[in-house]
DNA sequence: GCGATATCGTTAGCAAAAGTAATGAGTCAT
DNA sequence: ATGACTCATTACTTTTGCTAACGATATCGC
C-alpha cells in the first residue's frame, strides 16, 4: 500500500478534512495543469458548465456560485463574451442586473469540449474499479454541496 | 432535490469527469477564501502536511509530490524556512541535493494549525451522515491516487 | 582520468487569475 | 425625493504558478 496513512488519518473528521483539503488542492492544480489547450480556463470552463445545467444567470448569482468574487466574474463573462460564447441581456425587472446565457455556438463548444477538456480526468476513471467509480460518483454529489455549502 | 443533474450526469465516466473537475475546483476555491489567517497559503499546508507526513524529503521530490514545478517549490521552501518551519541540509550522498526536513516549531504548527486549518470543512464533515463521510474516506483515497497519477 | 552530458536547485522575468477598494448606475424605503 | 443600499464594473494589487537560463555537481562514455 502506497499510503497507509491515508486511511489511518481519516480515522477522525478532522483528518479526513486535512487529507481532503491537499488532495482537492493538488487534483485542482494537476487539472489546471492538464488543460490541453489554453483555450478555456479551469472558471471560464465552469461558468459554462454552470450556465448549461442551471440556464440564464446574473453576474452574481454565477459568483457566488462558484465562489469568486463579482470582479473575477465580470472578467470571465468578458472573456466568454469576446469569444461569443456567452451574451447579456438586460435583466427585465431591475435595470442594474443583466442576465447571462449560452449563445448557440456556447452550447456547442460545451457539448464538444466537454470530452476533450476532461479527457485525462476521463482516462484516469477508465482505470478506476467499478466499485471506485461508484464511490466516486456518490463523493461527487457530496463534494459538490460541501463546496456550495 | 438540488441538483437532481448531478447523479443524471455521473451516468458516463465523461459525465462524472465533468463534475469532479467542477467541484474540485470550485471546491478548492473555496477552502483558499476559508483559511482563516492568511498564515499560510494552500501550498506551504500541503508542503508542511507532506513533510509531517513522509518525513525529510528533497525539494524536487516535494514539487514532483505536490505536482509544482521546481521553482514554485523553490519559493514555497524559501517562505516556510525564512519562518522557521522548516530547515534544509545538504544531502549526504549528493551535494546538488538538499533534504528538507520540519523543525520543531514546523511540528508544532502542523499539528495546532492542523485542527484551526481544516476547521471550516471539518464542520462541515460533521454535518454530513455517517454514510456520507464513509464514502469521502473511501474518496479521499481515491482523489489522492488521481491527483498523483 | 576526463570531457560531454544530465540533473538539481535556484534566479529572473513573466503571465494568469483572483482579491480589494472605489465608482457609477439603478432601486427602494421612508 | 432623498438617503441608503445593491449590482456590475473599473483600477490596482497580490498571489501563485510557469518557462528559460544558469551555476554547481554528478554520471556516463571513452
Redesign the pocket.
Known sequence: MKHPDVTRQTRTDAGLAAVLRVAV?RLA?RL??Q?PD?S?????G?VLFALARLGKM??????EH??????????????LEERGLVH?MK?P????????ELTDEGHRLVRTDRRRREAWLTQRLTELTPEEKATLRKAAEILERLSQS
Chains 1, 2 share one sequence.
Open positions: 488542492g492544480r489546471r495543469a488543460r489554453a478555456l480556463s479551469l472558471g471560464q465552469a446574473t453576474p452574481g448569482a454565477l459568483a462558484e465562489k469568486v468574487q463579482p470582479p473575477s466574474m465580470t472578467r470571465i463573462i468578458a472573456a447579456r435583466h425587472d431591475d435595470k442594474r442586473q443583466q442576465l447571462v
